[in-house]
């Protein structure tokens, strides 16, 4: 996935109310930009890190600028744009990228499915009516060692979308749960049971299920965010 143009720099000052950011542009001036991100961004947006960012042509938005990636102290490249994640793996699969997700013929984006009011990030289809419901998350918690965590914070809506999956595969479908690590200090990825529990027991429920787990990295850069290789993923 390329960005339409190069993102710009600047010096990363603070974030707040969830969606804002200022930072302070190479000539010192400050000014406030746009962060699509409501998480708790653990670790990849504080004082003085370096801030990518894109600049919309809209006239209509009131920050025209919006975060895009990070860079820390260690030089580790992250990309806080959670909106990207879905855009950047359907790119891979429709590009037959992943080795794991290339037999089928269509390839769909938003879809509505499930019992609890659930949209799948990407549905695979063959006509033979084979299914494969793909559901994306993006990875950005780092703690020691390499060792990636999901998620950063309780998440009464990742925990649905297991028992979503679940409900597919009791229902004969393929379901896979794929995510997407976009730090690259992250060498090994793992359910966050210290910071939800629940989530981390659901992950265990859907691989007992039959549910499949990919993890894979990305490839980050102010030019473009391209998925790279796959990643270990271990249950605690």
């Known amino acids: 996935m390329k960005f339409s143009a190069p993102l710009q720099q600047a010096r990363l000052i603070k974030r707040y109310k969830r969606f804002l950011v200022d930072i302070e542009l190479p000539n010192h001036e400050l000014t406030t930009i746009h962060c699509a991100n409501t998480g708790a961004m653990t670790g990849c947006a504080d004082e003085g890190f370096t801030a990518f960012y894109s600049t919309s042509d809209n006239p209509k938005r009131k920050y025209p600028h919006s975060l895009e990636l990070t860079q820390n102290s260690l030089g580790h490249l992250i990309c806080v744009n959670t909106a990207l994640a879905n855009?950047?793996?359907?790119?891979?699969?429709?590009?037959?990228?992943?080795?794991?997700?290339?037999n089928y013929q269509t390839i769909q984006a938003e879809v509505k499915y499930g019992h609890e009011n659930s949209r799948i990030d990407i549905l695979l289809s063959n006509s033979d009516g084979?299914?494969?419901?793909?559901?994306?998350?993006?990875?950005?918690?780092?703690?020691?060692?390499?060792?990636?965590?999901?998620?950063?914070?309780?998440?009464?809506?990742?925990?649905?979308?297991?028992?979503?999956?679940?409900?597919?595969?009791?229902?004969?479908?393929?379901?896979?749960?794929?995510f997407l690590v976009q730090h690259q200090g992250i060498t090994h990825l793992s359910p966050a049971a210290h910071i939800d529990h629940k989530y981390n027991e659901g992950i265990k429920q859907a691989l007992a299920a039959g549910v499949e787990v990919l993890c894979y990295n990305t490839q980050l850069s102010s030019d473009a965010i391209i998925l790279n290789k796959a990643l270990p993923f271990n249950v605690i």
């Open 87 to 102: 855009k950047i793996v359907y790119e891979a699969i429709n590009e037959r990228r992943v080795s794991e997700l290339n």
């Open 130 to 178: 084979t299914l494969c419901y793909v559901e994306i998350k993006s990875v950005t918690l780092l703690a020691d060692n390499g060792q990636g965590y999901f998620p950063d914070t309780i998440s009464a809506r990742g925990l649905k979308h297991i028992r979503e999956l679940i409900e597919m595969k009791k229902q004969g479908h393929r379901a896979v749960l794929f």
